[in-house]
């Protein structure tokens, strides 16, 4: 029985040097005075107030600290108070603006022109004044001059004293606001390379370059050696650690070993030293990424630092395990919103050091502010196979078949579907939502496996679950094309419940120490990508996929155009899709545009 009892949330923790980013509002408005500007200096600050409300409401950092919106001390209508703003928004840390009106004003002396904020228009649909006219010409200075804008205009006229918001406008602000803090909020991080090159897996091969121009991050990178170095040297927090290994040994149930065969069976000696082993590396890689005070108090004064990592990837395989203990529990409690300490804002850490899926995770948690899944995008199981191999016929979501994501152990325990609402439904929640029956519930329904030895002859624990069917997922790759850079494709899809016999044969053919993802991506029958499950499998581009709860795919659309990486597949519905306006300028076809688009701007930090 899982004793959750400390089980209480750390709240919200600062990991990362920089400051949280902000959003500035600019209420821009027509400069003439003598009558014109004073009649609308009311309803022009009352709208910025409006939007700041909307966005502070609503739009939380991963630490579960609502988002600060700073509004310009005054309405801008000359380019004077434009510099004016700029200059309190570069002091405040604001990284996106987003400039209201419902007047006409002077275009190019009145829009953000600082290169590296993320820019949002928005313009009131109201005749008495032209807003709209001016939300025009201001985003064709925006795509003139190079900076490209988004621009938010509401489908319905509204009366000029009507301060609400109507619903699509919401919308836009919103998805535009999430979308803008992912891109200031890994700014300035980085990525934490511990090793290298995973097996031959192409994604492992850091692209430092990508990291640097198309997401401002900084490449840090330490021998894998440089966690054995500080677990013999006991460079880690020793209170600590006794309280991690005794939670450890009282919450994480050690499966029977059926996997290995009796000369890889592990001595109970030895899977004790293993479970110190893998709770050290925990502590030790989490202290890589973000630091831990504790150190410096033992001397570790550099220790302490931590590299100021966002993300990190363990390559693990195969000189590590082929002698030490996977990463496998490191990497699974590290990316799980709870571990010893309590419930916690969930880390990003990839399995096999394969970068482009450990941004995609970081793309899904700052989207979602939820944990994200790794996994290996493993088989697609057809009606066909279902049935021929485990008799049973398909039904249900499962009736076009699903695909099977497992991973080499390392997937966020909030992916086993434990957690759940009010509705009692199955939900991979907000860390500061989760309860501790929640996690009670998920270390009652996860069992540690000891890992396969002849994949990993150092031993090692592999997470063991299976999801719960009916979540709403959505499934994220970037993949990297020579001589385009960097590409982005998703599948909004759901969980799938499968009979418990029918997973029991399946799994037995396959790595039954791994935790299982029935997945079922939604599918349109049309030619193409998303005609059928099958498609989708058989278009992913590589071997893993990154993961969160919801349907988010529009939301990645637009963080992707404020990064400048092309979609090249999607299944969001085209209404949905919110990127800025030059876009429209580069065709009908928005595939095509896209590509235009983001090869015509480039990335946001430098020639790639
Ligand atoms: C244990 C195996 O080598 C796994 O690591 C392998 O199947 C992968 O995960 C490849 O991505
Ligand atoms: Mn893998």
Redesign the pocket.
């Known amino acids: 029985m899982a004793n959750t009892n400390g089980m209480q949330s750390v709240g919200p923790e600062k990991r990362y040097a920089s400051s949280l980013p902000k959003i500035g509002i600019r209420p821009v408005i027509d400069g003439r005075q003598r009558g014109v500007r004073e009649s609308l200096e009311e309803q022009t600050m009352n709208m910025a107030k409006a939007a700041a409300k909307l966005i502070s409401e609503n739009v939380f950092h991963g630490t579960g600290e609502p988002v600060e919106c700073v509004i310009a001390d005054g309405t801008i209508g000359r380019v004077r108070e434009s510099a004016d703003c700029a200059e309190k928004f570069t002091k405040e840390g604001v990284a996106v603006t987003l400039t209201v009106t419902p007047c006409w004003c002077y275009g190019t002396e009145t829009f953000d022109m600082d290169p590296m904020t993320v820019k949002g228009v928005w313009g009131f649909n109201g005749t008495e004044r032209p807003g709209a006219v001016y939300l025009a010409a201001v985003l064709a200075a925006h795509t003139q001059k190079g900076l490209p804008a988004f621009g938010i205009y509401g489908r319905d006229v509204q009366d000029n004293d009507d301060t609400s918001i109507p619903e699509d406008v919401a919308e836009k602000i919103l998805r535009f606001a999430r979308a803008g803090l992912a891109v200031a909020t890994m700014r300035g991080k980085s990525y934490l390379s511990i090793g290298g090159m995973a ?1 031959g ?1 192409a994604g492992s091969i850091v692209d430092q370059d990508f990291l640097q121009s198309y997401l401002g991050m900084r490449s840090e990178v330490v021998d894998m050696c440089e966690i054995e170095r500080r677990i013999a040297e006991e460079i880690y927090d020793p209170e600590e650690y006794k309280k991690a290994i005794a939670w450890v040994k009282e919450n994480c149930i050690q499966a029977e070993d059926v996997a290995n065969p009796p000369e890889y069976q592990r001595s109970e000696e030895q899977l004790a030293k293993d479970w110190e082993y893998c709770t050290k590396m925990t502590m030790i890689a989490r202290d890589l990424m973000v630091g831990n005070k504790n150190l410096e108090k033992r001397g570790f004064k550099e220790e302490a630092l931590g590299h100021n990592a966002i993300c990190a990837g363990f390559q693990g ?1 195969r000189q590590w395990t082929d002698h030490w203990p996977n990463g496998d529990f490191m990497e699974t409690m590290l990316n799980t919103s709870f571990d010893w300490n309590g419930i916690r804002e969930p880390y990003i850490m990839a ?2 050091n394969d970068h482009l899926n450990g941004i995609s995770m970081l793309f899904c948690k700052l989207l979602t502010n939820r944990a994200a899944i790794f996994s ?1 995008v493993r088989t697609y199981w057809s009606p066909a196979s279902i049935e021929r191999v485990t008799g049973w016929k398909p039904e249900g979501l499962a009736k076009e078949g699903f695909i099977h994501l497992i ?2 152990g390392a997937t966020t325990l909030d992916a086993a579907g434990q957690m759940k609402n009010e509705k009692g439904e199955s939900e991979m929640k907000h860390y500061w939502e989760i309860t501790k029956e929640d996690v009670q519930n998920t270390l009652e329904h996860t069992r540690f496996s000891v890992a ?1 030895g002849g ?2 002859r150092g031993g090692g624990y592999s997470s063991t679950f299976l999801s719960e069917g009916g979540m709403p997922l959505t499934m994220v790759r970037i993949n990297m094309v020579k001589g385009v850079g960097p590409v982005l494709q998703l599948a909004e899809g759901w969980t799938c419940e499968v009979p418990e016999n029918v997973f029991d044969i399946i799994n037995k053919r396959t790595d039954q120490t791994w935790p299982t993802t029935w997945f079922v991506p939604r599918t349109n029958g049309k030619e193409g990508p998303f005609k059928d499950v099958y498609s989708v499998m058989a278009n992913w581009g590589a ?2 996929g990154a993961l969160s709860y919801g349907h988010f795919g529009a939301d990645i659309i637009t963080l992707c155009a404020m990064l400048r990486i092309p979609v090249c597949m999607h299944n969001v519905e085209e209404d949905k899709i919110f990127r800025p306006s030059a876009w429209s300028m580069l065709g009908m076809d928005k595939e095509g545009a896209d590509y235009r688009a983001c090869s015509t701007f480039g990335p946001l930090y430098g020639k790639y």
């Open positions: 097996m897996i395989q399995t096999e290996d991973n080499s396969n994949y990993f071997n893993h």
